[in-house]
Structure formats: C-alpha cells, structure tokens
C-alpha cells in the first residue's frame, strides 16, 4: 500500500511504549463523510503483538493489585484532566472517523471524562462485607479481588464512551487491560489511550493492539492468560465470544443488540412522544443499541402521531456531521449503510409502507459518503424483519395496537429486552409498563437512549450476558468475591 505521507500512523501501546505491529502492516482508516478522506492509518496487528501485550500485562498486573485504591483512583483522576484537556480534538476526530455530528461526539467525550472521575472515585469505596459467623470467636468478611488480565473487545459506535466505561473500572478494581478497539474507530481509540499514556500509567497496565477482530479478537477470547472478557458489539460476535470464554474458564460480559420499542398511548403528550421518538430513534444515524427502532401507537392517536413525526422527519437536516446546523451524519461505514438500505428494500417487500427517506442520499458532496435519508415505515407487523431485527440505521418502524395490553405484548415480542419507554399521562398504564416489559432500561416519558454513567446499563433477554455494566454495578464483573475466615489461636 503507497501511504498519504500527510496523514498521521497510529502504533500499538504495549508495555507503556507505543510500537509498530510486528509484520507493519497498516491500514487506512476512513471518514464516511467522505471516502477519499484518511483519518489515519492503524496497525493491522498479528497474534504474536497480542501475546505480547497479555503477557506484559500478566506481568504489571501483579503490583498494579497491590496499589490501594485510592492510588489507582488518583491516575484516573489524571487521565480525565487529559482527556478534558483535549475534548475538541478527540471529538472532532471521532466525527471525522465515525460520523456523529460534533456536539454529540463532544457530548461523548465529556462523559468519558465524567466516567472516569467517577471511576477514580470508587478506589475510595467499600469492596466488602462483614458476615456474622456461627462462631463466635471469629471473624469472617469478603473482600473484592481483581480478575488478573481484562481483554476489552469494543464497537465503534461509541469509540470513547464505551472503550472508557470499561477500561476505568476494570483499572480501579486492580486488573490490567488490553483494549482492541473496532477498526473503523481505532484512530479515536488511540487518542484515547494517548490520555492513559500521557497520565504515565505503570508500564503494561493498558495496552492497545489494533487489528481485525477475527485475529486480535479472537486471540483475546483464547489466550490463556486473558481472565475475563468485556464485550460490546453484534449478538453474532457477541456469542462467539461468550462461548469462546466459556471453554476455557474465563469470566465474561457481552452488550449487544437491541429492538428498542416506544409505546405512545392515547392519553401521551405527543409532541414530547413525537420529539424522543426522532431523538431516540435518529441521533447518530440510529446507529446506538439503545435506539428507538418500533413506534408503538394506539390507534386513536395514530394518525395524529403520524403526520406530526413525518412533518418533523422531513425538517431533519443531513449532511456533513463537522458543519453547525447539520443535525444526521452519515451511517459509520459503508458496510453499515449497505445492512441499513437491505433492511429498508426488505421491509418494501415485507409490505410495509415507505412514509419517508428510504434512500441513499448522492447530491453533490455527500455521494462521496455513507448518507442514508431518515426513513419511516407505516403499516408495519410485528412479524416482519425490519420489526424484529437490529438495524442499526435511522429506520423507524410505526406498528398500530388497540390497546396498552397489546402494545407491551408487541413491545415483547422480540429476541432482545435492551431498552423501552412509554409515553403516557397515566399512573396505572406507568406502573403496567414498569412491571410488564422485559428490558433492562424502561423510561417513562423520555427516549429510549440515554444512558446515565452512575446507573447500572444492560439488557435481559439476548441483549446482554444478564450482567450489568457501569455505576456500582461494574464491580461485579470486574472482581471476584473472596470470602475470609479469622480465627485466632
Ligand atoms: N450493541 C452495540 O452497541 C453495537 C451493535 N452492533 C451491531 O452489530 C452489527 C455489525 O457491526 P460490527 O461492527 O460488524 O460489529 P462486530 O460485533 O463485528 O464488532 C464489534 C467488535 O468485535 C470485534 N470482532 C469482530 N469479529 C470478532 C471475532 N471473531 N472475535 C472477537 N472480536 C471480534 C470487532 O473488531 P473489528 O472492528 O476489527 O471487526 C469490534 O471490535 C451492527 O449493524 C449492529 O447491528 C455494532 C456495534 C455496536
Ligand atoms: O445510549 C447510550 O448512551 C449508550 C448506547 C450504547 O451503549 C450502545 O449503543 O452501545
């Protein structure tokens, strides 16, 4: 490959020095604003760079434990002073590489400030209990222990968030990480890992190999010093990686898909409904595992909550996600925009009907990217693809019910339970709602995304492994409970 000598190769961090791949091989990594624009090249890495960063963090792992947690804290607290520092760069490069308009990739990276402060904090709080002991003479507690080497497998659709709400707890509690990064996104990710560099971590405690995830993945869900597993992602890799863990021992933690419902009752506010439904359903180019994707409407509003969404639909300004006032960017990759303009042919010949969008979008400039128009279906059924499969991209499938009872029957009837909400003035339809639906976020009144860092995130059903990230619940995936009994002599 003949490189840009303009644009910036990004290394491998391993061992608290950044390095080239062992075979230098690179790649370019892309924006989807415009396909001819390189963001940076990245290693394209082997397996023989991976065992070299899981060994390097064995090895650093084993004082890095032995800090308080306090100490461990403090490095976090510096990292989050680096990173605030350089919000407007890392954002911009995530818009230029991902596709999310700016506002919203600064907005991502003040909460991965805010996650890590956050972190930093919990080195300060209790990691155990005292248990009465049937004897009276002893004394018996559990006390939380780190995993050992935390392989962390993350998507590119939040490139600092989620990279950060995994790494940070993983840190506090005393493992080490290896962070490989989706390809798509890994320019961003290395200036993230730039900020842990800069906050002069001991050596080896973070490491960052970037590679395809069938190699530097896959070499993470094998190698026999890798203890547990964070993973974010498609449910297809999702379990391949649950398995992979599973068969050799080591602890693991997948976030996947969602088919996140909204239910607009007939008593609901719909101009509050009508702008979480766009918000939920649209912002970065649909592209969150907590976006609104099935419009649930009762019958007597759903004529009105119609035309009100198409209206607002078609005032969505598209364009380059770096310009003020454009409010959708392009879908992240060209693979993305294939799967999402599939889906929409194959709701056409389910029998759906196109309200709105349905297209690529080729004027001028943007046919040199990803664009796809925000698009809405009508006369959707429950038993469609585009009702029951993941899209990823600005598609909102509109479905009538008669009834509450059978819009959180519809609401259910699907494989994943990530996130709902309901749209109601009601208390009863609330408390319905709050008991019924099977998901592991359910919002009254508000989007289905949105995500808050000290409260505990994850699905029930195929959405996630049944465990919970972030807030105080991370402490569960990322110790392990070690019971003590004292009895003196
Ligand atoms: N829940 C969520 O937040 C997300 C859901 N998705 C869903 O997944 C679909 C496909 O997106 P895609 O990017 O392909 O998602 P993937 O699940 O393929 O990618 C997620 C991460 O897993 C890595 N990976 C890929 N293959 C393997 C493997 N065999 N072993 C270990 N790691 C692997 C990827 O690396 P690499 O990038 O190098 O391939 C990336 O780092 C989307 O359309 C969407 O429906 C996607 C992203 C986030
Ligand atoms: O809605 C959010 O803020 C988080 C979404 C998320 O975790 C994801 O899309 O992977």
């Known amino acids: 490959m003949v490189l ?16 080239e791949s062992t075979n ?39 004082s890095w434990r032995k800090l308080s947690g306090a100490e461990r804290g403090s490095y976090l607290y510096k990292v989050a002073d680096i990173l605030e520092a350089r919000i407007d760069d890392i954002a911009e490069t995530m818009t230029r590489e991902m596709g999310k308009t700016l506002p ?22 209790k990691v155990g209990d005292v248990i009465p002991s049937s004897d009276a003479g002893a004394l018996m507690f559990t006390s939380r222990v780190p995993l050992g080497v935390v392989g962390v497998i993350t998507p590119w659709n939040f490139p600092v968030a989620i990279p950060i709400w995994k790494i940070a707890p993983a840190l506090v509690y005393g493992n080490a990480v290896v962070l490989k990064p989706a390809q798509e996104t890994a320019v961003t990710a290395a200036k993230v890992i730039e900020c842990f560099a800069d906050a002069k971590l001991p050596n080896g405690i973070i490491n960052f190999v970037t590679g395809r995830g069938t190699v530097i993945g896959q070499g993470l869900i094998d190698h026999p010093q890798v203890n547990g597993i964070t993973f974010t992602g498609s449910d297809e890799v999702g379990k391949q990686v649950g398995l992979g863990a599973l068969s050799r021992g080591a602890k693991y933690q997948l976030e996947m898909g969602g088919k996140n419902p909204v239910i607009v009752a007939e008593d609901a506010d719909l101009d509050l409904a009508v702008e979480a439904t766009i918000s939920g359903g649209l912002r970065s180019t649909g592209q969150k595992c907590t976006a609104t994707s099935r419009v649930i409407v009762h019958k007597d509003v759903y004529e009105t909550f119609k035309e009100k969404l198409v209206s607002k639909v078609k005032e969505i300004k598209v ?24 889906y929409i042919e194959k709701g056409k010949e389910e029998g759906a009907k196109l309200l709105v969008g349905g297209n690529r979008i080729v004027d001028g400039e943007l046919a040199n990217g990803f664009y796809v128009e925000p698009t809405v279906f009508d006369e959707v059924k429950n038993d469609m693809t585009i009702a029951q499969e993941e899209i990823f991209g600005p598609v909102l499938a509109l479905i009538k019910v008669d009834s509450m009872e059978e819009a959180i029957q519809v609401a259910n009837d699907v494989k994943f339970g990530l996130s709902a909400s309901l749209f109601t003035t009601n208390i009863q339809k609330m408390l319905d709602f709050m008991s ?40 569960e995936f990322f110790t392990a409970i070690k019971t003590m009994f004292v009895k003196g002599s």
């Open 4 to 19: 840009k000598t303009d644009v910036k190769i990004f290394l491998n961090y391993i061992n608290g020095e950044w390095v």
């Open 24 to 62: 230098s091989e690179v790649e370019a990594s892309i924006s989807p604003a415009n396909r001819d624009e390189i963001v940076g090249y990245i290693q394209k890495s082997s397996i023989e760079d991976l065992n070299k960063a899981v060994e390097t963090a064995s090895v650093a792992q084993k």
């Open 104 to 125: 919203e990739a600064k907005g991502e990276t003040a909460r991965g400030v805010a996650i890590l402060r956050y972190y930093a904090g919990e080195g300060m709080r």
């Open 319 to 342: 364009g380059n996600p770096l310009e003020d006032g454009v409010w959708m960017g392009p879908s992240a990759s060209e693979s993305q925009l294939n799967t999402v303009l599939s």
């Open 436 to 475: 019924d639906m099977d998901a592991g976020l359910v919002r009254i009144n508000a989007e289905s995304a949105g995500v808050e860092l000290q409260a505990p995130f994850g699905g029930m059903k195929q959405s996630s492994s049944h465990s919970r990230e972030q807030g105080q619940a991370a402490i």
